[in-house]
């Protein structure tokens, strides 16, 4: 899926808005369709994936909700130069946005040119903001008279806020997102209403960074999980046709397998078993999707990753993505 890059951030040029709305069956179409975003998701919860974005953007604003029915751990990377401020609407289950466990209606935030590390919950929906940090600062220096970077220093990812606050985000990011999306879809494009949109965007955002700076304590918990998880992926990866065993990661890491085990409970809610044999089968899906006129046979792309045991391999990956690999692959040559 082609995406057009209308990020600017020279704002005094006139962009009309550009609204998207998808809803998507499959979690790696579901990874590149959020505009302006550089994305990885594995998917940790089986069953088959359901999605949907909606997103609307214009001069170095972008307000985007996206919705999901199954668990997925997330890298993510936001446009350059760029904060992120939002709240979860639906969390059930637990979550972890950049390490902090996330509860419904809190404040999420990402600081500028910061990677996001988001393992969602079974069934989540979070609406943001990603605002340059030209435009955010300069507003918030002009009609605020203060200094945003300051807050966002004190700003842990995740938050509490006042409940007037928490209304007030909820109702700006997604009641007027679903306005300009509408209007968008209707061919209306006001520049008027997007400006009073932007003002009204920039005014909260401010107001939730300001109460939640309020918070003294800061968060470091997680770091050093979430690097094991990281090392893990990346070993996985770099070693796919003869998988490493856990003593392998154990060793090559140089932590027990308990450390190993609670690193991955704590980060991602399973087993670096599992997890291994996630991110191998999502290769998989990747080429059966992406190089499926190349391939011939199923079972030289699985053995390709580690996979010499077919029918468990074939039971693995309909337990994940709720279809059998010859499926796959005839859905994406037709």
Known sequence: MKQENIWVDNHHNEVKPKAIHYKLSDVLEHAASLPMWSQDYTQLDKGQFSGSITSVASEGMQIFREAMNRSVDE????????????????????????GNKLSKNSLITLDRNDELLFRTSHSSEIT??????????????????????????????VEALPPAIQSQLLAILFIGS???????????????????????????????????????S?????????YIVKKVRELTLA??????????????????????????????????????RNIRLHRIRAELQYKSEQISNI????????????????????????????????????
């Not at 605002?131 to 842990?156: C, F, G, H, Q």
């Not at 609670?262 to 399973?270: E, M, P, R, T």
């Not at 010499?308 to 709720?322: K, T």
């Open 75 to 98: 890298l993510a990377s936001p446009p350059p130069n760029s904060y992120v401020i939002g709240l979860p609407t639906i969390v059930e289950g637990d979550a972890l946005w950049s």
């Open 128 to 157: 943001c903001a990603v605002i340059s940090d030209e435009r955010l600062e300069e507003y918030a220096e002009r009609v605020e008279k203060l200094d945003v970077r300051p807050l966002m220093t004190k700003v842990n990812p």
């Open 178 to 216: 679903e306005h300009m999306v509408k209007n968008s879809d209707e061919g209306i494009n006001h520049p008027h209403s997007w400006r009073q949109f932007e003002d009204s965007v920039f005014n909260v955002c401010v107001q939730a960074l300001m109460a939640a700076s309020n918070n003294n």
């Open 218 to 226: 800061r968060h470091h918990e997680y770091r050093v999980h979430r």
């Open 239 to 276: 070693q796919y046709c003869d998988p490493l065993t856990i003593g392998d990661i154990c060793i090559n890491l140089n932590i027990s397998r308990r450390s190993l085990n609670h690193a991955f409970q704590q980060v991602l809610g399973i087993t670096p078993v599992a997890y291994m």
């Open 299 to 334: 079972a030289c792309v699985a053995s390709h990753w580690g996979f010499w045991h077919m029918s468990l391999f074939a039971r693995y990956y309909r337990e994940l993505f709720g279809e059998c690999p010859s499926e796959t692959l005839e859905r994406s040559r037709h």
